[in-house]
Every structure is written in C-alpha cells, then in structure tokens.
C-alpha cells in the first residue's frame, strides 16, 4: 500500500459515515426497544439506551406481544424460521436439481425447459398471485405451511446460478467420473455437490433472509394469527391510533425480527463471500 | 490385459463423417501411440474406445469382447486425461480410491492397492494433499495413479503430456514408459507429438482426417512411410518432397522445380510417370560439385548446436525451385546465399505415386 495517510483517514472517515448511515436506524430501534411507552411517546427520543431492557424483552417475550398480536413472540419466531428455512432448503434442492438435469443430460424439449424456467424470471410473484391464491384455497392449504412455503419454493434465479455455475465444471471431470463408473446420483453426490459447497452456502444466505422477509403472501394466505410471520405480527401490531399502539414491545419485535437473518449472515459470512467471489475450480 | 480390436469403426456427427473406418489389432500388452495433427480424429477414436463417444459403425471388442454398447465402467478401461480430471475437492488418496470404491472393494483391498501405485509413482508424501496442492507433473502422476489401480484391461491416455514443460514432458515420458513395461498392461496413446509418438510406441498408427494412414512400428514408419502424409508429419525437419517425373532413357528423374537427379540404390517406374522425391534433410550429404545429386541454394541457416539445418530452395530451379531443408553437422560451416552441392545417400530416397500420394515400392 502506498496511500498516503490523508487519502486512508478520508477513505476511512467515508467508511465510518457509511455504516452510521446504515446502522443508525437500527441502533435508534434498539434504543426505543428499552425505553418505556412514555418516554417513546414523549419525543424526543433520548439517543443512549434505556433502563427497561429487561423489563420490556420479557413482557414482550412472555405474553405483552400475544395481548396485542393475538400469538407470543416465540410462535411468531417459530412461524418464520420455518417459512424461511424450508424456503430456503427447498429453493436449492429443487434448482440445484434442474440445473443438473438441464446441464448434463440430453432430453427432449431440455431447451424448452430451460426457457421456461428463464422467462418465470420476468414474472413477478404480484403478476400471478390472484392465480395462485385460487389454487392454494382449492388445495386447502390456507392457513397452513404448505400454502407459506409452496408458491415460494421455485426459484429461476437459483436454478441460473446453478447452471452457470455447472456450465463451469470440465467435461472432463464428468468424463473422468464415468470412467471410474460413477452413476448419474453418486456423480451429484460425491462430485457435483461438494464443488458446490460454497454456492450452495451463498444461496442459503440470499434465499433465508428472502423467506424471512416475506410480507405480501404469507398476508394473503393466512387468517388465523397462528400462523402469521414475525413481519405479518409486527404489523398487525402497530393500530391506526398512535397512542394505542405498545411501541416499546413493537421495537423489541422488531429487534427479534431482524435478529436471526443478522445471525445467519455473521455465522455464515465466510462462506457466503467465498460463493460470491470463488470462480477458480 | 486384454487385446483391442477395431473392425471398421466408423464415427459420423449427423451427416458428416469424421472417422472413415478403422481397422486396428492391438495384441496383448502393447503399447499403441495414435499420432497426427489436431482434427485428424484421433482424440474421437480414443474415446470412442473408452465409450464416451458412440460408434457409428463397425464393432470395438476389448478383451474378445464387443463393447459398442458399454458404459466406460463396463469397459474394463482407465483413462488419463489431458487436462488431469482430478477431483479438486478429494485428496490425492481419494482421487485414487473412488473408482474402487465404486467398484465395491474393500478398505483394506483399496488401501493396499493405493499404496502400491504411490510407491510405484512416488507419490507417497503427498497422498493426504489436495490436487490443487500439487505441481503439474505430481497431479499428472496423480491422473497415472488413478488408471493404474484401477488394474484394467487397457490404459488409454489422451494427451497426457502437453499441458507439462518441455523438460518435464521428457521425464513423464520415460515414466509412462516404465510404468507401462512393469505392469504389461495394454495401451493407446493419442499425442500430436511426434517424439512423444516415436519414443513410446510400440507401434504407430498415424492418422490423418479421419484415416489410418499407416499402423507399423516407429522405425519402420520412420524407413519406409506409407504416405507422402506420413513422410511429412514423422521426422523433423519433414522430409523434403519435390515433384517430379520419371525421365526416358533410365536418366533418372525430372525434377519439375529444375535439373535431374538419379539416386543410387531406387529403383524408378516407368517412364513418364509423375512421382514424388522424398528425401529427408539427415540423409543429404555435402559433396563437392562433381559428384553433387542436388544443388541447394541456401537462404537461411539455423545452428541448433549438434546439427546446423540450412533452408533453400534448389539452385537449378531459381526462384521457383522446390523448397528444401538439409541437416548437416554442428561443424558445417555453410552460409546463407552460398550453393551447396548435396548428395543423397544411397537407398534413401522415397517415391511416391502423385496422384494418390500413395509410397511406390519397385
């Protein structure tokens, strides 16, 4: 490096404002999540913490939140880290599923396919939600996970990542393994997927916090407030009137909210880089 | 071990056909070294051998038996690839060991039979490491590693030497060589190098779009090639062709690019007929004008220290004159523009038919 020590407190000082900017908000929810009701009403709003953390994390933990909501947190939680897990895992084993077939074997009408899972790329999930709602009350799967996670679980970006990424394995290295009679499975298994290891791990980044995050379908498709998301509790828990509204409990949710899609991207960051930057094989 | 036999094998990609029927027995043991230029089919012929390529026509049997609609793993072959193929993500070890544990052997059986192909490549340090960990000739002894234990009916390389350095490229082949001595077991070999090919084989299949030129041991290949093809693409520099006609009266030949010439020991067809000279530039020799064959003159000399090769065309033709190389000795003190007067060593001269390029034996 031969930046002078100017340049590197400029370039550092643009840094430090950058993640000001971005964590601000999210600090400034941390603070209201520990202050009481009173003390976020009357603006404004001191900038350092509160001394009702304990207090506020448990009533809204243990039963605040189900007053105001209808369901605890801890369901609201569960709720979510299921729509998101299985989001996830189902997305990459269906695409990384289609990308192998349409990679490595001949079929007929393969580019057809292939096209078809392209072009659901320019239909947003809004385009055919109507459609799809019918179908999900003709199958009987309002109000359960079937009907959170089914319409979600295809993905063509996945599927295209995966193809490109496959479209990058040698022909001989799919040679080599028949040589040494591998089969179609034992070559997905023992070959292609552990090269994938770290798309894979990426993708479940991406594909997690997307299922986290979903708002408008698992609105559509749930009543009961058993089954509500954490997103979906978090706003049916802020009323019209300001002052009926429990904000200090609806900043502890919130917090709760963007905790574990936080935890997942920490724990996983190594790998998540790793599959964005990694094209050596 | 097992003999591989070619009937008539034939390849076409829709309409076109690349692979015009080979015809090739390979017996027990021997080391077969396909040789030829890029495109001339020989990668496709080896595949088509290993069964990642279907056969269009004509039957391949390995081991007596007919293998045309067999999966590689059927086969009863081991392949090593130009580019490795190794696993990146396996150790060396594993590398090795997946085809047999495909194959349902026992541990003990694998580690056994790993262990003696690292011993025998001297890969033993290294069978913990990551492909990605080796140097290139380590991973292609990884590659050798992995066909040999598989102990299969026959090797198959493709090239295996040309992403090595030079220096390397040698030591590989004198190693190939040896390994495949010490376990006898059948081979084919596809190079585009023609050392490589010379060195290796013990017999040459030359191919050229899509045919078999000529199939003989290297020597004789070397002696008396079959085609003005295989005259031109084994040795190096190429043998010298010139164009000619046999003239009346046993005068000898006509050169078209200028003079005659009568080499000593061939015998000519008959009169009239228009031919090839073959004359490789190691079996001209520098004389004095008197007893001159040919006269070359000399446009560009290369001094390759053990030999000087001299370039020209020849003198008698002017500027037309057939182009001609002629290897001479390290001490040969010729210079470019100088007029050489060369002869050519009895019994050394090649004819060949120029209507079908075809070798004419008297």
Known sequence: MTSSIGSRVVAHALLIIG???????????????????????????????????????????????????????????????????CVAIGKIVISILSAYAIVFFRFPFRMTFFWMIFITLMLPVEVRILPTYKVMVQLHLIDTFGGLILPLIASAT???????????????????????????????????????????????????????????????????????????????????????TQWHLVMVTCILAILPPILVVVLMQRWFVKGLVESEK | ????????????????????????????????????PSGCGKSTLLRMVAGLEAISAGTIEIGGRVVNDLEPRERDIAMVFQNYALYPHMSVYDNMAYGL??????????????????????????????????????????????????????????????????????????EIKSMQRNVETTSLYVTHDQVEAMTLADRLVVMNAGHAEQIDTPLNVYRTPATTFVAGFIGSPAMNLMPATVAANGKGLELDGGGTVKPRDTVLPENGRKVFLGVRPEHLSPVDEFNADLKLAV?????????????????????????????LPGTSAVKPDEVLPLAIEPGTAHLFDRENGKRMEA
Request: aromatic letters at 10%; zero cysteines; glycine letters at 8%.
């Open chain 1, 19 to 85: 993640i000001v900017i971005v964590a601000f908000p999210i600090y400034y929810v941390f603070v209201a999540s520990t202050h009481s009701l009173r003390e976020i009403l009357n603006p404004p709003l001191p900038l350092i913490p509160g001394d009702q953390f304990l207090h506020n994390y448990y009533e809204a933990i243990f039963g605040g939140v189900r007053r105001i909501g209808g369901v605890s947190a801890t369901r609201l939680l569960v709720n979510t880290t299921i729509v998101g897990l």
């Open chain 1, 158 to 244: 996945a599927t295209l990542l995966f193809r490109q990424f496959f479209m990058t394995i040698p022909a001989e290295l799919v040679e080599a393994a028949r040589v040494d009679g591998a089969g179609p499975w034992r070559f997905f298994f023992d070959i292609l997927l552990p090269l994938s290891k770290t798309n894979i791990a990426a993708l479940f980044v991406i594909l997690f916090i997307y299922g986290w995050t979903q708002y408008l379908w698992p609105l559509l498709v749930t009543n009961s407030n058993d089954m509500n998301t954490i997103i979906i509790g978090l706003k049916k828990m802020i009323s019209f009137a300001d002052a009926d």
């Open chain 2, 1 to 36: 071990m097992a003999t591989i036999s070619l009937h008539d094998v034939k390849k076409s990609y829709g309409r076109t056909e690349v692979i015009h029927g080979i015809d090739l027995d390979v017996t027990d043991g021997e080391f077969i070294v396909i040789v030829g």
């Open chain 2, 101 to 174: 544990k495909i194959a349902g052997l026992s541990k003990p059986a694998i580690r056994e039979r790993v262990d003696a192909a690292a011993r025998m490549l001297e890969l033993e340090p290294y069978l913990g490491r990551k492909p990605k960990a080796l140097s290139g000739g380590q991973r292609q002894r990884v590659a050798m590693g992995r066909a040999l234990v598989r102990q299969p009916a026959a090797f198959l390389f493709d090239e295996p030497l040309s992403n090595l350095d030079a220096k390397l490229r040698v030591q590989m082949r004198l």
């Open chain 2, 299 to 327: 446009r560009a000399v290369e001094t390759l220290g053990a030999d000087t090769l001299a370039h020209g065309r020849l003198a008698d033709g002017g500027a037309t004159g057939s182009e001609m190389v002629v290897r």
